[in-house]
T-cell receptor, first 113, second 117 residues
Framework: GAVVSQHPSWVICKSGTSVKIECRSL??????MFWYRQFPKQSLMLMAT?????????EQGVEKDKFLINHASLTLSTLTVTSAHPEDSSFYIC?????????FGPGTRLTVL | AQTVTQSQPEMSVQEAETVTLSCTYD???????LFWYKQPPSRQMILVIR??????QNATENRFSVNFQKAAKSFSLKISDSQLGDAAMYFC??????????????FGKGTHLIIQP
């Protein structure tokens, strides 16, 4: 089956720094990737939709200047959390689209001190 | 806007028994997809089963089956012969069908399934 990887799997950073999370589709090309956020014991919330070669589409309430998304190739999308604060601590999950299916990465746990 | 509601925060079932997880949803779309995902402690999301709204026949995947009631906007998951490996968070999700197929999923809050040995 299709494999999606995320790197890093976990990261701890200081408040005010920026953190980049990578999402890769390993054995297929994904024209669309999705970024979700999951707080502890809660559901996944769609943050943005990332299309290769174009600007990401952000869900209502998600700050596009805070969460920078770049989808520069058909196999890589990146999410950069800029000037991270403790309230940004969460589990970030990406999902890649191939035809009518979605495959999820293993997630990245971000802890901001 | 579309919403997905899972009213059971936690369910418990004896190993080898059958359990049903509930899900209701709301959407203004006529064409859409419904999903059940499993999230074990590893946090990796695993697709359990999916249903196209235009199909009247309920989807089945081995021990997993759904009861899809389109008029009632209900989409429950039945797990037969429960196994210890079924223990996980289960999320019901909805995606509208659009021409481009590039829509994200709307998830419910999840049901924590406990399997009693």
């Amino acid at each position: 089956g299709a494999v999606v990887s995320q790197h890093p799997s976990w990261v701890i950073c200081k408040s005010g720094t920026s953190v980049k999370i990578e999402c890769r589709s390993l054995d297929f090309q994904a024209t669309t990737m999705f970024w979700y956020r999951q707080f502890p014991k809660q559901s996944l919330m769609l943050m943005a939709t990332s299309n290769e070669g174009s600007k990401a589409t952000y869900e209502q309430g998600v700050e596009k200047d805070k969460f920078l998304i770049n989808h520069a190739s058909l196999t890589l999308s990146t999410l950069t959390v800029t000037s991270a604060h403790p309230e940004d601590s969460s589990f970030y999950i990406c999902s890649a689209r191939i035809r009518d299916y979605r495959f999820f990465g293993p997630g990245t746990r971000l802890t901001v001190l | 806007a579309q919403t997905v509601t899972q009213s059971q925060p936690e369910m418990s079932v004896q190993e080898a028994e059958t359990v049903t997880l509930s899900c209701t949803y709301d959407t203004s779309e006529s064409d859409y997809y419904l999903f059940w995902y499993k999230q074990p402690p590893s946090r990796q999301m695993i697709l359990v089963i999916r249903q196209e709204a235009y199909k009247q026949q309920n989807a089945t995947e081995n021990r997993f089956s759904v009861n899809f009631q389109k008029a009632a906007k209900s989409f429950s998951l039945k797990i037969s012969d429960s196994q210890l490996g079924d223990a996980a968070m289960y999320f019901c999700a909805l995606r509208k069908y659009s021409g481009g197929g590039a829509d994200g999923l709307t998830f419910g809050k999840g049901t924590h399934l406990i399997i009693q040995p």
